[in-house]
């Protein structure tokens, strides 16, 4: 599988809100990670959405699920993080003589 396809790959797994904001949560919590019960508490979703969710994440390796006794660990893989930003952002104005403006938020989508 090529990078551009990995990338893709991580940017729909990324593009759903409840995985976003999963994904979010989990690398809120740094390496210690968070059980599956405290992230169904956290965001309010029955477990078997959850499940579906995380699988997606654990496919494209943006998340990975550890079992402790009768636990479920689940952490973010901040290298897969670093390397989807390095990725996105490396040849960032390549192409041009100048530098970006970076406005503060540059679009928002509308509800």
């Given amino acids: 599988m090529s990078d551009l396809d990995e990338t893709a790959a991580c940017l729909e797994a990324l593009g759903n809100p409840t995985r976003?904001?999963?994904?979010?949560?989990?690398?809120?919590a740094g390496d210690a990670g968070k059980s599956v019960g405290e992230i169904q508490a956290s965001?309010?979703?029955p477990?078997?959405?959850?499940?579906?969710?995380?699988?997606h994440l654990e496919l494209?390796?943006?998340v990975s699920r550890h079992r402790e006794g009768t636990?479920?660990?689940?952490?973010?893989?901040?290298?897969?993080?670093?390397?989807?930003?390095?990725?996105l952002t490396e040849e960032c104005c390549a192409d041009s003589?100048?530098?970006p403006t970076v406005p503060h938020r540059a679009h928002k989508l509308s509800a």
């Fill in 97 to 99: 003589s100048t530098a």
């Fill in 20 to 28: 976003l904001a999963m994904f979010r949560l989990l690398v809120r």
């Fill in 43 to 45: 965001l309010s979703i």
């Fill in 47 to 55: 477990a078997s959405t959850l499940s579906h969710h995380l699988k």
């Fill in 71 to 87: 636990t479920h660990t689940c952490r973010a893989d901040y290298g897969t993080m670093n390397w989807l930003l390095t990725f």
């Fill in 60 to 62: 494209v390796g943006l």
